[in-house]
């Protein structure tokens, strides 16, 4: 049973570009939980999604970013226009249902905007 | 609402000595409380939980942590400190109904010394 998988790992882009972060929750798991990590900061939620639904997004800020979780294929991170203060990692995590008692993390990915 | 807070950002013990890290919250209901542990460049892995069932509880690698309703605690305690346990630890809690997603503490940096 493969764990979280986020891809990818690593991501470069320069301003004015898009990003896009892609999270395969664990098998069996239909609820994902994005959260940011800013250098030298623990994580901060950012959105908590099921299938095709956004349950909430009371950490996502209001512009430039958006996040689905659609009936097919993984969850997607969409930050458009990047700026230098987008650069931190991104993790996700899944749980099954709604038990956040069992909620696991993927590797994150850290994006660098350039 | 919920908050964590981890007192010390960094802790340096020596190989063998106790290992004592803090996090104390503050819950508006029942927390759930977790500790974490991010190795660089990593994810997170769980190290144990909190779900309202034994006060006391045991995770992996040697730790465990007692949460304390009166002082509204949940500190991280290992007897004796091994090198691999360098690493950044993290508290955090959600909430046992209501809102789902994770409130972490800002981490602390765990040194080892030889």
């Known amino acids: 049973n493969a764990g979280v998988m986020q891809n990818p790992r690593h991501l470069v882009r320069r301003r004015g570009q898009e990003a896009r972060l892609r999270c395969s929750p664990m098998k069996g798991h239909s609820h994902v939980y994005w959260y940011r990590q800013l250098p030298e900061e623990g994580l901060k939620f950012m959105v908590y999604?099921?299938?095709?639904?956004?349950?909430?997004e009371s950490g996502m800020p209001k512009e430039r970013f958006s996040a689905e979780f659609p009936k097919e294929g993984p969850s997607i991170l969409r930050i458009q226009q990047v700026v230098r203060g987008d650069s931190a990692a991104y993790f996700c995590?899944?749980?099954?249902?709604?038990?956040?008692?069992?909620?696991?993390f993927g590797q994150g990915t850290r994006l660098t905007v350039v | 609402a919920q908050s964590v807070t981890q007192l010390g950002s960094h802790v340096s013990v020596s190989e063998g000595a106790l290992v004592l890290l803090r996090c104390n919250y503050s819950s508006s209901v029942p927390p759930y409380l977790f500790w974490y542990v991010q190795y660089p460049n990593q994810g997170l892995q769980l190290l144990l939980k909190y779900t309202s069932a034994a006060t006391l509880v045991k995770g992996i690698n040697g730790f465990e942590a007692e949460f304390k309703k009166s002082e509204t605690s949940f500190h991280l305690t290992k007897p004796s400190a091994h090198m691999s346990d360098a690493a950044e630890y993290f508290c955090a809690v959600t909430l046992s109904t209501g809102r789902r997603a994770l409130t972490f503490g800002s981490g602390t940096r765990l040194q080892v010394q030889p």
């Open positions: 999604l099921q299938k095709e639904n956004i349950i909430d």
């Open positions: 995590a899944s749980s099954p249902q709604d038990k956040n008692t069992e909620a696991f």
